[in-house]
């Protein structure tokens, strides 16, 4: 049914939250102040109209935005977005306890998005290629996005060709595309695990005639005309297929620029959850790093740059599952310093260990504010002493927020 509701406040999602004595009702794309038409079931309102916007409405930048899912809140001004993410990690740290004292938001600007994965499938001889509606599979079809990298943008035709020639049947399955220093890395899974020798044939040509980097299906290397290359500080990267790398450069920058500024001086650092080196290598410019890594190909590409680089200190790694065998406080005593950057799940059994060793310094990187305050509180209770938390925008426009925070063994924050 259609009602009439005030929008009370944002949800975590992005949802405008009307309070009705029902229960909360979610209606996305609506802000907290507003007085809007939705169609309700249940608890999920649909946007029908804003009959008195907010002071904070401003115009999207997307003409796909209030259909496409792929951002959540473009409608809302700079300013107000902003405090929302930056509150975002203050509920966090206050359900732990932990000082609430977050600095402002480091935004990130439109077309900066350098890895993109996008939701494709077969449709009558073609293909669908864009990102699933809000709360739907529905796949919404883009020709244009101000989140992604321009070159991205640029190549939407040729990536529907490709998915078209990929595709098998209406299933749905992923093309995950980054923008490199050598071309486009191209990677889907969830497609055909084996493609046809004339499809293959065309896909491979399609790629090379486009100058992309490289195609990969189901973790196989169609082709690859040129290594992907990308930057981390002034090291060369050839990154694995379809492996981890942060979505922005910008962001990327900024929270290495904290990680590397807090643990300037330390003689000998661990990287944990290491990648394939976005902090390891611009660390290892002053101090020996031991870097720590689950995933081989992320590794083996860590340790190739590393030798490859001039004028590095030296780089050991190690494949290590360090959620089921993270490195002991005695493993951990050697350090003076130590990052960690591991998934949205945490690194609780790591921080444990942590808190029980002698490092002077950690930088914690976290892209899910939930479990990293759980799991500063635990350093925290060991004797750390936090130092500053920046929350930063690598995601524009959704709910995703990435935080730095640094810590010192002893020290009270100023």
Not at 21 to 36: D, I, K, N, Q, S
Not at 119 to 144: D, K, P, W
Not at 246 to 271: F, P
Not at 293 to 299: P, Q, S
């Amino acid at each position: 049914m259609s009602v009439r509701l005030t929008i009370d406040a944002l949800g975590a999602q992005g949802d405008g939250v009307a309070h009705t004595p029902e229960g909360p009702v979610y209606v996305p794309f609506a802000l907290p102040g507003e007085e809007v038409l939705a169609h309700v079931e249940k608890q999920r309102g649909t946007l029908l109209a804003v009959e008195k916007p907010s002071p904070v409405r401003v115009d999207p930048a997307s003409p796909h935005f209030g259909v496409c899912g792929g951002c959540s809140v473009q409608h809302m001004a700079p300013a107000a977005y902003a405090e929302w993410k930056r509150e975002k990690v203050v509920r966090a740290l206050r359900t732990r306890g932990l000082p609430e004292n977050v600095e402002s938001l480091v935004l990130c600007p439109p077309a900066s998005r350098r890895r993109v994965t996008f939701t494709a499938r077969a449709a009558g001889g073609r293909a669908l290629l864009g990102f699933n509606a809000a709360q739907s599979h529905r796949i919404v079809e883009i020709e244009s996005c101000p989140v992604a990298a321009p070159q991205i943008v640029a190549a939407l035709p040729d990536l529907r060709a490709l998915a078209a020639l990929i595709a098998m049947g209406p299933k749905p399955f992923h093309v995950t595309v980054t923008a490199t220093r050598t071309g486009l890395d191209i990677a889907t899974e969830g497609a055909a695990e084996r493609l046809g020798e004339r499809k293959r044939r065309q896909a491979v040509d399609l790629v090379l005639a486009r100058g992309f980097a490289r195609l990969s299906v189901g973790g196989e290397v169609l082709v690859e005309r040129e290594r992907p290359v990308v930057l981390f500080g002034d090291v060369p990267v050839a990154v694995p297929a379809g492996g981890f790398l942060q979505a922005a450069e910008q962001a990327e920058q900024a929270m290495a620029g904290l990680v590397t500024a807090h643990l300037k001086g330390a003689k000998h650092v661990a990287d944990l959850f290491a990648g394939s080196g976005t902090f390891a290598l611009r660390l290892a410019r002053e101090s020996r790093v031991h870097a720590a890594e689950g995933d081989a190909a992320a590794l083996a590409a860590l340790e190739e740059a590393a030798k490859r680089a001039i004028g590095l200190k030296p780089v050991s790694v190690e494949k290590r599952d360090l959620f089921n065998r993270p490195l002991s406080a005695k493993d951990l005593d050697r350090f003076d310093g130590l990052v960690f950057d591991p998934p949205r799940a945490g690194a609780e059994a790591q921080c444990r260990q942590i808190a029980r060793s002698t490092v002077a310094r950690v930088a914690a990187v976290s892209c899910n504010p939930g479990t990293l305050a759980r799991d500063l509180a635990i350093l925290v209770e060991g004797g750390y002493g936090v130092v500053s938390i920046t929350p930063i925008d690598q995601f524009l426009w959704s709910p995703h927020v990435e935080v730095v925070a640094l810590l010192e063994r002893g020290k009270q924050r100023g």
